[in-house]
């Protein structure tokens, strides 16, 4: 009977071990030294002959984990949802009173949000309802940086149709785009470049980066691009009909992934 309780207890402090779980199981509390010893040894031994529990606690482990991460994501955008359409830290493209938005944070310099760009352009484009708010999340180095910075200073100018074509133009361009590329194309597009290179410079500019920087480590957010649709986070260049059914399922149930 002894025995058969100690083996217990080696089984719930094998899981607790393996699932990270730092307490001990409440009945050990009250064991003996000796007794303690036996359940150690008892775990030793049942680990040597079923290895297969570590890796089975483990996938267990990891499914926990996702589950806790999503769920923390899903609290925090809500916390966030005035930050993610800010207008003073984003740029609203599409139609402005759309029912459905679709947040992307983006790196001028990013491959991934380049391939994406094509997706965010015609989604944009062929669902009226759409509302685009881009982010600019330069987290590539000093390159992004600079180019972001002359982003933001261009959109104090150019607003609507001319600045959506400025900004998809600077990100369909090829090799490593900064502050002087950024500004080329600012000149191309009609910008007053002494007032961009004031602009890029000024405090205010630089608090919109530092701003976006902060909210993307509030959500997790660990790479570009990073989709935001309804109650979810989606990672990477997915494609335009990924995208488009997250946005669908948002107008059907009010969730990015409906359920049933």
């Known amino acids: ?87 003073a830290t984003s740029v609203i493209a599409g139609n402005p009173q759309g029912d459905v938005t679709l947040v992307e944070f983006m790196d001028y310099n990013c491959g991934f949000c380049k391939r994406a760009m094509e997706d965010v352009r015609a989604l944009a484009k062929d669902d009226p309802k759409l509302k685009v708010v881009i982010k600019d999340f330069p987290i590539l180095g000093p390159d992004s940086v600079e180019a972001s910075r002359v982003a933001i200073a261009v959109k104090n100018q150019l607003q609507g149709q001319k600045y959506w074509d400025f900004h998809l133009k600077l990100m369909a361009t090829k090799g490593r785009v900064n502050g002087a590329k950024a500004m080329e194309i600012a000149k191309e597009a009609g910008a007053d470049i002494e007032r961009v290179k004031k602009e890029m410079e000024a405090p205010a500019t630089r608090a919109v980066i530092e701003q976006t920087v902060a909210l993307g480590d509030r959500l997790g957010l660990t790479g570009t691009p990073a989709f935001i649709v309804g109650d979810e986070v989606v990672f990477g260049a997915v494609g335009q009909a990924a995208l488009k059914q997250k946005i669908e399922a948002v107008r059907k149930c009010g969730k990015a992934t409906c359920s049933g």
């Open 1 to 87: 009977m002894i025995f058969s309780s100690l083996r217990r207890l080696a089984l719930a402090g094998i899981a607790a071990c393996a699932l990270g779980v730092a307490t001990v199981p409440v009945q050990a509390q009250s064991l003996s030294a000796e007794q303690r010893a036996a359940v150690v040894e008892l775990i030793k031994e049942t680990l040597l002959k079923n290895p297969e529990l570590i890796q089975e606690a483990l996938v267990e482990l990891e499914k926990r984990n996702q589950v806790a991460q999503v769920e923390a994501q899903r609290n925090a955008l809500a916390a966030e949802k005035a930050s993610l359409t800010d207008p």
